[in-house]
């Protein structure tokens, strides 16, 4: 998530960064209306009726190699086949531009929309997990295969960078003693094509498309990729399926997703044992953020900004309470000694 005082939307802004693409000018401050912002401020918008999407994050908030490496990683999906959403390139024929604005340099880059439903506007009946799990079972063998040349960041930069915000954020004890043991667990797994590589990190439902005329599952939003293991895309792919279904029709759910997963790729039983490090270190750099964010003051600070912190905080306080909780390190190292050369 961005720092408070880049959660305010900026028409003009967006406007700035518009005039270097094509749009409909006619429908444009209807359509920005309808803006989103999380780890980027997102704006809608229209080219000859179709729906397109303005990305504008401030370079403060981003690492250049990470945005660039996005990009690059996107294209190599496509050329193939694999279905990411498509840039849109701008006047100067770049698909990501630097611009220096009245509010400071942004990366801004534009989408075309994907086809199909959001899938977790759906009532996820099969065959979607399936075609879900699959899809992300095609983009772990896809990464495995890929050479970048602008490679974002990995899973040691991501715990650096995770202390610092510890540390600039006066985080408690609880804290760093769970990036330490996350730290210790993770040295110890081998780093290879077969188990590793460049993983999307937010494979979940509000960023999955299912389109049932061709019974394609496209996927968005690649901002949060990462180096890590790919048994980290798949854990986080299974607990996000629990925000939005429960009970027998979760368990099918799960099913279903690495019944597809397995289509396209191998999981092993080693490979699930990482799931609980996994969710470790996904908590930790959940906490990071949302302590960075929240750390940010803004003065006269609006109702909705008062009643996000607050429930910010809220989910600050259990996820410390989670990392005094866990008493122990994972040791999934026992488990996958046997199949280090996989």
Not at 291 to 309: N, Q
Request: hydrophobic share 40%; proline share 4%.
């Amino acid at each position: 998530m961005l720092s408070m005082r880049h959660l305010f939307a900026d028409f003009e802004l967006a406007k700035t960064a518009l005039a270097h693409w094509l749009h409909d000018a006619a429908t444009l401050d209807a359509d920005l209306a309808l803006y989103r912002i999380s780890a980027n401020a997102v704006y809608p918008f229209r080219h000859n009726g179709q729906w397109r999407f303005l990305r504008l994050a401030p370079e403060e908030e981003k690492l250049e190699k990470n945005v660039r490496g996005e990009m690059e990683f996107i294209r190599y999906l496509l050329r193939n086949g694999y279905p990411a959403l498509k840039p849109i390139r701008a006047d100067n024929g770049e698909t990501l531009l630097v611009l220096d604005t009245y509010r400071g340099r942004y990366y801004a880059a534009a989408f075309r929309r994907v086809d199909g439903v959001r899938v977790d506007q759906t009532k996820m009946n099969e065959p979607i997990p399936e075609r879900c799990g699959q899809t992300l079972g095609r983009l772990h063998t896809l990464s495995a295969r890929y050479v970048p040349k602008m490679r974002k960041w990995d899973h040691a930069e991501a715990l650096e960078w995770i202390g610092r915000t510890l540390a600039e954020n006066h985080a408690p004890d609880a804290a760093f003693r769970e990036l330490a043991m996350v730290g210790r667990e993770l040295v110890k797994l081998p780093i290879n094509d077969g188990r590793y590589g460049l993983i999307h990190y937010d494979f979940e439902p509000d960023n999955l498309f299912y389109d049932a005329a061709t019974g394609k599952c496209s996927v968005i939003d690649f901002d949060d990729g990462l180096y890590h293991w790919f048994a980290l895309d798949v854990a986080q792919a299974l607990d996000a399926l629990g925000d939005c279904l429960e009970g027998e029709r979760l368990r099918h759910a799960k099913t279903a997703f690495l019944k597809g997963y397995r289509r396209e790729r191998g999981l092993t039983e080693n490979d699930e044992a990482l799931f609980p490090l996994m969710r470790r270190f996904i908590g930790l750099m959940q906490y990071a953020r949302l302590a960075r964010c929240v750390a940010d003051e803004v003065a006269d600070a609006p109702d909705w900004m008062v009643s996000l912190r607050a429930h910010l905080a809220g989910i600050i306080t259990r996820l410390e309470t989670r990392m005094t909780e866990n008493a122990a390190p994972t040791s999934p190292e026992k488990e996958i000694t046997g199949n280090a050369k996989n």
